[in-house]
């Protein structure tokens, strides 16, 4: 079992970066895959971004490629997402997410979520 705890939310102007964490408890970190999810108001919980347990592979939303970079580092028991090149619609509840695998991420373990909100 896993806990993680997300951080590194906040208010930044579009067109800004932010940086996100995901720090796991126990030593069992490195067998599970991480990912992101986001939810703005009034919408589902959104898949955002996914790294295998050894970080060689990474998956992305479309509405997100090429401006978020997911990575890890299992010596930390951390996984971060940098964000880059923020829009007004990236604005929302970021969750961090561990799994057995990518596919199955919903079905495992979350944070409480980190608020970011993007002005234009």
């Known amino acids: 079992q896993v806990q993680v705890v997300e951080s590194g939310g906040g208010l930044v102007q579009a067109g800004g970066s932010l940086r996100l964490s995901c720090a796991a408890s126990?030593?069992?970190?490195?067998?599970?895959?991480m990912g992101w999810f986001r939810q703005a108001p009034g919408k589902e919980r959104d898949f955002v971004a996914a790294?295998?347990?050894?970080?060689?592979?990474?998956s992305y939303a479309d509405s997100v490629k090429g401006r978020f970079t997911i990575s890890r580092d299992n010596a930390k028991n951390t996984m971060y997402l940098q964000m880059s090149s923020l829009k007004v619609e990236d604005t929302a509840v970021y969750y961090c997410?561990?799994?057995?695998?990518?596919?199955?991420?919903?079905?495992?373990?979350w944070g409480q979520g980190t608020q970011v909100t993007v002005s234009s």
């Open positions: 126990g030593r069992t970190f490195i067998r599970y895959a």
């Open positions: 997410a561990a799994g057995n695998s990518v596919a199955t991420l919903k079905q495992g373990y």
């Open positions: 790294i295998t347990w050894g970080g060689s592979s990474t």
